[in-house]
């Protein structure tokens, strides 16, 4: 068990991040024509806007939260926020932001897989996605009844040790994770999962995503004489 520990919380995590490093590199370099988010709003509007729009606000929010929650120092932000009342907040803003994206998620599912229109612009990759990201959003709504029952904030930090040991080097990451629940390596490992098959996929577009415009000058534009 040991052994299988370490290939799945020591190894894959490099294994992951290294296909998903070079693979969007090598796809941006070789198919920058497949670079995009393929949507289908022209081909169906309906429950388009509602479903795209609970699925991006909820994953944004589970991202930034999981990014900064996880790789955030503990002693960072111990003395304002005690690592138990850290996982509470983690719990109401992860599950409403959760519910979010699985409500939005399965929208969009449901009208790719019953839109003859939107089925027929799919590829199997835009399906299997999405279905991996509802899957991945699910495990991660299950893991709230088990934190419940630790509020002490322990096995966040654990967490939280293992992630910092991966992507700063350290070693004997996957010890971090022994003794924590099934509930919580299943939700990792589809993670990682997701992160591997990241350059293979439409999510390419997240390395896109158009952050200029937020600082650009006004455009100011004015109707032909």
Known sequence: MNYLNELLFGLYP???GTVFLIGSLLRFDHGQYTWKAGSSQLLDRK???LGSNLFHIGILVILVGHLVGLLTPHWVY????SAGHKQVLAILVGGIAGVMCLAGGMILLHRRLTNPR???SSSRADIFILVLLMVQVSLGLLTIPFAMHHLDGGVMLLLADW???IVFFKGGAA???AEVGGIYKLHILVGLTIILVFPFTRL???WSAPLGYLGRR???VRKRG
């Open 14 to 16: 490099y294994v992951a």
């Open 47 to 49: 429950r388009m806007r």
């Open 78 to 81: 111990a003395p304002f926020i």
């Open 118 to 120: 939107v089925r027929a």
């Open 163 to 165: 992630a910092q040991s």
């Open 175 to 177: 010890e971090h994770l």
């Open 204 to 206: 390419v577009h997240v």
């Open 218 to 220: 006004y455009q100011v």
